[in-house]
């Protein structure tokens, strides 16, 4: 989860298991809900994996809107969630296992 704190509103970015559920849920407490699909890619814990993940979409011609990351697994890797220009082309530009 992500939080952007404005003047006026605050903006919340969450990966949830059940969307369906939060969706309704959150338009029940009066909340704006937009969806957006995000993708998730398991990285190995060390430097230089993001940059390998950033390279190979930049050669699939995607862009990386914005993006957040969750701890480690406690096994060597993490997860980054991305929101990027074209899922599919991002799917298809990265190995099943992640990027690393």
Do not use: W
Request: net charge positive; charged share 25%; hydrophobic share 50%.
């Amino acid at each position: 989860m992500t939080v952007a704190d404005h003047a006026d509103h605050a903006l919340v970015r969450m990966v949830v298991d059940q969307p369906r559920k939060a969706i309704h849920l959150l338009e029940q407490a009066g909340m704006l809900v937009i969806d957006t699909d995000a993708l998730a890619a398991r990285l190995p814990d060390r430097a230089g994996a993001l940059a390998k993940l950033a390279r190979r979409l930049a050669e699939a011609r995607v862009n990386i809107n914005y993006a957040y990351g969750s701890g480690t697994d406690g096994r060597g890797a993490t997860t980054v969630f991305l929101h990027v220009s074209d899922v599919r082309k991002a799917a298809a530009a990265l190995p099943r296992k992640g990027a690393g």
